[in-house]
């Protein structure tokens, strides 16, 4: 480990009507490729905020806007990617957007998106490995 705890902006961006969207990652990912997790996350940049982030991420993944946008938590996240432990402070965040500005903006990161509700997400076995935590977390609040 090299020692360097980093930090991230998880957003679930919903639709107001109990919709969440979701993305699979590409086979051109770092990691965890054909799995479905979040649209729009990633590190932060250096001189940006934390909102500034998570509305950077949303426009960069899917190309909309955050029309509402609210903290709903962190986590710490200690992963091994390559042989290399990693540890993650992850801010996450809740969106609305408009469905209709919704698309991807990243083909060779996103395979496909797809809106789901809370429920239909508990039923799925291809979720990147942090999203069950995600969930378990914050089930409450996303409902």
Known sequence: MDGLIRISVITACHDGAG????????QQCRDEQ???E???????????????????EILEECGAEALEL????YRDVFR???GKQTHWIAFDMRAKIDPLQASITEPHKCDEQRWVTIGELEFMDDLHSQYPAFLAKYKDILI
């Open 19 to 26: 919709r969440y969207l979701i993305s699979k990652r590409s």
């Open 34 to 36: 054909g799995k479905w």
């Open 38 to 56: 979040p649209v729009a996350g990633g590190g932060l940049k250096f001189g940006e905020t934390v909102e500034e982030a998570a509305r950077r």
């Open 70 to 73: 609210e903290y709903i938590g």
């Open 80 to 82: 091994e990617i390559d």
